[in-house]
């Protein structure tokens, strides 16, 4: 079953290696061979896997590993459908003000360091601001099914739901097991760190079972492991250029090795109302899309911090630049509405190829 299943889902490309190695010192390297794989499902995106092993049968040994893995999380931290069995975050949500819920360690796991995330990020990163959240995700939904009838929310609405994100209102109780949301009115959204967190969790996964010398890529986010086993080289990822009309994909291409890169950007996900884009990245202050920024991109290495840390979009640049200088190897990347582009201090050791014109 395991092996239909993984010829369903994947399509595998192997590219042999032609190249000896012995000089970099990778004892595995010269036994080894590239392959591909990539699934669409899970976490409402597609996720790419990019890696070496000794044949076709191991990596797709190891690609099927990294998508039960993700896949459970993917269910575990849903906050729109129902799984038999699980109580995940969307139980959790629909229990607020009754009763706590019992859960899986991986979910307290994530609301304990998205908390965390809370403190560091000045309450940016807020898995409370489900309420406000999904009135967007509402008037987004409908604005895309029904452009000619494209409304903004109302901010009274939004002020309203607003009053019902207390993160200290989430209570966790890891004696028992349970989480508990005191406000009957709040509701968990782990989108903006949900994904980065499965990320990085499952990648750990993986290496520890034998996948070294790889990257996934969940989405955009991107998690890299050990050097290319045929070359001794850090993996090539890029920067998006959030100009989707420029003849360049990428801003930067960078080298990275064991380091994730998370990029928050605003030209994706968006509705239209009267001739005007609305983008899915909401101000906790404003409660309104934010504004100043095309893109963030973060290059640190716990994809789960990434993520977390790219909500120094909503924030003026100098107080995301104090932020992230603060943080040990991390890096940040901001591109203005007006194409202007700001760095972090020591971000240019990590760019492998620029294409952004000086």
Request: proline residues 3%; glycine residues 6%; aromatic residues 10%.
């Amino acid at each position: 079953m395991r092996k239909k299943l993984i010829a369903c889902l994947l399509t595998i490309v192997f590219v042999f290696n032609l190249t000896g190695c012995s000089k970099f010192n990778l004892p595995y390297s010269t036994k080894l061979k590239r392959f591909d794989a990539s699934f669409l499902e899970l976490f409402d995106t597609v996720t790419t896997i990019t890696g070496y092993a000794k044949d076709k049968e191991e990596f797709t040994n190891y690609a099927q590993m990294i998508y039960d893995n993700l896949k459970e999380y993917h269910e575990l931290y849903d906050i729109y459908n129902d799984y038999d069995g699980i109580n995940n975050v969307k139980t959790i949500n629909d229990n607020a003000g009754k009763k706590p819920v019992k859960v899986d360690q991986r979910i307290i796991d994530l609301l304990k360091f998205s908390k965390e995330a809370y403190k560091l990020t000045n309450g940016q990163m807020n898995v409370a601001f489900g309420a406000v959240l999904s009135v967007w995700h509402d008037y987004r939904t409908r604005g895309v099914d029904d452009p000619g009838n494209a409304k903004l929310p109302p901010m009274d609405l939004l002020k309203e739901k607003a009053k019902h994100t207390d993160i200290d209102k989430v209570i966790i109780n890891e004696k028992d097991s349970t989480v508990y949301l005191k406000d009957p009115e709040m509701s968990l959204d782990v989108g903006a760190v949900g994904k980065g967190f499965a990320t990085e969790k499952v990648a750990d996964i993986a290496y520890k079972n034998g996948f070294k010398s790889g990257s996934i890529s969940v989405g955009g986010n991107v998690r890299t492991l050990d050097p290319k086993a045929d070359t001794g080289e850090a993996w090539s990822i890029g920067i998006q250029n959030p100009d989707l009309e420029s003849k360049d994909k990428y801003l930067y291409i960078l080298n990275l090795k064991n380091m994730s890169l998370v990029t928050s950007g605003v030209y994706e996900r968006y509705y239209t109302v009267d001739g005007k884009q609305y983008h899915h990245i909401i101000d906790p202050d404003t409660l309104m899309p934010a504004k100043g920024y095309l893109s963030v991109s973060i290059v640190t290495k716990d994809s789960g911090m990434a993520d977390a840390l790219a909500k120094v979009i909503n924030m003026p640049f100098e107080e995301g630049l104090k932020l992230i200088e603060s943080i040990p190897d991390t890096e940040a990347v901001w591109v203005f509405e007006n194409g202007d582009i700001k760095y972090s201090s020591n971000f240019e050791s990590y760019i492998k190829k620029s294409y952004v014109v000086k």
